[in-house]
């Protein structure tokens, strides 16, 4: 039986950074144990996650390795933060979809599902679709337009991976009906979503019309099971994403169950998507 154990994302996340920093430098851990006076154990379990980091143990271990500016006090402050099973970030345009958090959670995830209402979902889009929906929202500016294309696009690359998560996306069928940049791009994007379902490790269905998951109407979010940590919620709002793993998890869990049962199956699914993507291939 594997033992899950109960770090937190925020406190993962330190951990990790904490790690980049030392293995940056070229330091092992025993070698920034011994110099700061502290145990390998205490070391080992702060770049895990496993043991709660102050702002003075933080500060220490950082200023050891070099890290200053902007970067030393945004991990001060991450130290500083309560961790309460609910972490919310602002976004920054700059940074966007490549979010440090998010890309951990699904480099080390063993499963995770996704559900998108509105929208065909982030890892799935094709360059033509991710251009066209920034320029619809007109959030996006043009300075930081390219460089958030590119950072969605790398994000993608964990699908190919040998030790790629078991992906599971559930696509509402409004999502795929509405257009996004014209029937161009959507017929190449119904074709993309029908090559990905080939794949072993991505499963795509499609909530039909008039099926809303029986625990309510929710927006767009993500679920990471991963093998030796809790469960971790992902939820973007306009300007912000929150990251939770703590008991509301269980109220997603209960979403996901409901739409595994009201969706199209795979089968199904790739019905529909060849027959949108005919409808689509169309002069427009």
């Not at 509405?178 to 190449?188: A, I, L, S, Y």
């Not at 008039?210 to 971790?232: I, K, L, M, N």
Request: glycine share 8%.
């Amino acid at each position: 039986m594997t033992l899950v154990r109960d770090a937190s994302v925020r406190a993962r996340e330190l951990g990790a950074a904490l790690k980049a920093a030392r293995s940056k430098v070229g330091f092992h851990g025993n070698e920034i144990a011994e110099r700061l006076g502290w145990s390998t154990s205490k070391v080992s379990r702060m770049e895990t996650g496993d043991r709660a980091c102050g702002k003075l143990d933080v500060a220490t271990y950082l200023a050891y390795c070099g890290v200053v500016g902007d970067e030393l006090a945004r991990l001060i402050d991450m130290a500083e933060e309560p961790d309460s099973g609910l972490w919310s970030q602002g976004l920054d345009e700059h940074v966007g979809d490549d979010l440090r958090t998010l890309v951990m959670l699904e480099s080390s995830a063993r499963t995770a599902h996704n559900y998108e209402p509105l929208a065909i979902p982030g890892l799935t889009q094709t360059e033509g679709y991710i251009r066209a929906l920034f320029r619809a929202g007109g959030m996006v500016s043009q300075e930081a337009f390219d460089s958030l294309v590119y950072a969605r696009l790398r994000r993608q690359r964990v699908l190919d991976r040998d030790d790629a998560p078991d992906f599971h996306f559930f696509v509402h069928e409004n999502a795929l009906r509405t257009q996004v940049g014209g029937p161009r791009v959507m017929h190449e994007q119904m074709l993309h979503l029908l090559l990905l379902g080939t794949q072993p490790n991505c499963r795509i269905r499609v909530a039909p019309r008039g099926v809303e998951p029986r625990t309510g109407f929710v927006g767009p979010f993500a679920c990471y099971e991963q093998a030796e940590y809790r469960s971790v919620v992902y939820v973007e709002q306009l300007g912000a994403s929150t990251f939770l793993d703590g008991p509301p998890v269980e109220m997603y869990q209960r979403v996901l169950a409901s739409l595994a049962t009201d969706a199209l199956s795979e089968e199904e699914s790739r019905s529909l998507l060849a027959r949108l993507a005919s409808d689509y291939d169309r002069p427009g």
